[in-house]
């Protein structure tokens, strides 16, 4: 099997709860982690602080999330090991060749996530229609920028 994409490494882990400011308590303020930015989206149901480990394309972004609103979905804090995001050298090809395989993907196609890059969830759960999924796990692919696919490829 000849895949054309190449998975370089973890480009995230996103955190859920119910209030961020005590996920930023324990990740910025006890662990030391770097604040870079925050993102708030209504139609993600998301608000969000960036933060980031290492430099470079060895940066590992740690995202700490709470809902918009804790009535809606999706439900960011739920479970609170949100989803794990995975650098890909080539996002389209991976799209189209990992649909063809019969990979589930989540709603919304490929789009600008919070970080700026182009992303794509995986679906956690299969379907009778596509027999692949994160089997429970939301997974993000995230589309690497130059330097990071010279850097990690």
Known sequence: MSRPFKILGIQQIAIGGTDKQKLKALWVDLFGLQYKDTFVSERENVDEDICAIGHGPHEVEIDLMQPFDIEKKPAVHQTPLNHIGLWVDDLPKAVEWLTQQGLRFAPGGIRKGAAGHDII?????????FMFSGEGVLIELVQAPPDVIAALA
């Open 121 to 129: 969830f995986v679906h956690p759960k299969a379907n009778e229609e």
